[in-house]
């Protein structure tokens, strides 16, 4: 089999507020827009590769103990990266699970932020290395896990 991603989609409650967030702070491209009142929803991507899909049909904010998305991880190419992403995350006001880069689990070389979009939604930006020695908010569990 060769089964892999393709995109993710979520729910949103605003999709401006939204558009802004992706767009503007996390650098996706706006691929296409759907305007009309009742199926507002934004196709976005990476060079053209349709990445995330918006689709603005939520009433609520994002509820982690509910079946469903736990979380939507992004990779970056470095820890230099990631402090970019997160000094413009601090500047937008954006809510952090944990505070600056923290490694994976205990000991480990790989890891990132993690923070919440406008909805609530669970994300994370990180490397595969380059994060030794950084602090491990659980010992037992991987800091994806439960934040």
């Not at 990476?46 to 736990?70: E, F, I, M, N, S």
């Amino acid at each position: 089999m060769t089964l892999r991603t393709g995109h993710v989609g979520l729910n949103v409650t605003d999709l401006n507020r939204s558009l802004a967030f992706y767009r503007d702070v996390l650098d996706f491209d706006l691929l296409v827009e759907g305007k009309e009142d009742d199926r507002r929803f934004a196709l976005m991507g990476v060079g053209g590769t349709l990445a995330l899909a918006l689709w603005q049909q939520a009433d609520g904010a994002y509820d982690k103990t509910r079946p469903g998305l736990h979380h939507l991880a992004l990779q970056a190419e470095s820890v230099e990266e990631i402090r970019s992403y997160e000094a413009a995350l601090r500047e937008y006001g954006v809510e952090f699970a944990h505070e600056g880069v923290v490694a994976h689990a205990e000991g480990a070389d790989s890891g990132g932020i993690f923070f919440f979009d406008p909805d609530g939604i669970r994300l994370e930006i990180s490397v595969s290395s380059g994060v030794q020695g950084a602090p491990a908010p659980h010992e037992s569990a991987p800091t994806c896990g439960f934040f």
